[in-house]
């Protein structure tokens, strides 16, 4: 789908956030692509570790925000955007606002085939990834 780049400054109230979005998800995929995964964890965040369960209705607002975008521009990337490039673009852009969010990786099996599956939580809400229902929890990172 192309994207008409007038009514894409006349008509989204959230240019640099949108910008910021489709930058950082190309910038993780190609990290995701190139550096090793035990070097490439190092720079998620806090191992181990989980922000609050509660947060103000203006983070929740941010969030949701963040949400959308995030999921409006990785539909339309040229490079696969999959779960952990989301949940790390979303982790980013909330971390610009000086949001806490947690980024969890969990797997489950398909038959006799493993799936990872990524997801980020902000306070009560789920940014990206749904909820993990369904994955065993691998790991987590504050940011």
Same mark, same amino acid.
């Given at each position: 789908?192309?994207?008409?780049?007038?009514?894409?400054?006349?008509?989204?109230?959230h240019k640099m956030m949108t910008l910021r979005a489709y930058w950082y998800s190309a910038v993780f995929r190609i990290q995701i692509?190139?550096?090793?995964?035990?070097?490439?964890?190092?720079?998620?965040?806090?191992?181990?570790?989980?922000?609050?369960?509660?947060?103000?209705?203006?983070?929740?607002?941010?969030?949701?925000?963040?949400?959308?975008?995030?999921?409006?521009?990785?539909? @339309?990337?040229?490079?696969?955007?999959?779960?952990?490039?989301?949940?790390?673009?979303?982790?980013?852009?909330?971390?610009?606002?000086?949001?806490?969010?947690?980024?969890?990786?969990?797997?489950?099996?398909?038959?006799?085939?493993?799936?990872?599956?990524?997801?980020?939580?902000?306070?009560?809400?789920?940014?990206?990834?749904?909820?993990?229902?369904?994955?065993?929890?691998?790991? @987590?990172?504050?940011?």
């Amino acid at each position: 789908m192309k994207i008409n780049p007038y009514k894409f400054l006349r008509y989204n109230k959230h240019k640099m956030m949108t910008l910021r979005a489709y930058w950082y998800s190309a910038v993780f995929r190609i990290q995701i692509l190139t550096v090793k995964m035990d070097k490439l964890h190092k720079r998620w965040g806090e191992e181990g570790r989980e922000s609050s369960e509660k947060e103000t209705d203006e983070v929740y607002r941010i969030a949701y925000r963040v949400a959308k975008e995030v999921n409006r521009i990785c539909t @339309k990337t040229s490079w696969e955007s999959k779960c952990l490039v989301r949940a790390l673009t979303a982790q980013k852009l909330l971390k610009k606002e000086g949001i806490h969010s947690t980024l969890y990786l969990g797997c489950a099996h398909d038959g006799e085939k493993m799936i990872a599956h990524a997801w980020l939580r902000c306070g009560e809400v789920y940014v990206t990834g749904g909820d993990g229902s369904g994955y065993a929890m691998v790991d @987590k990172f504050y940011a």
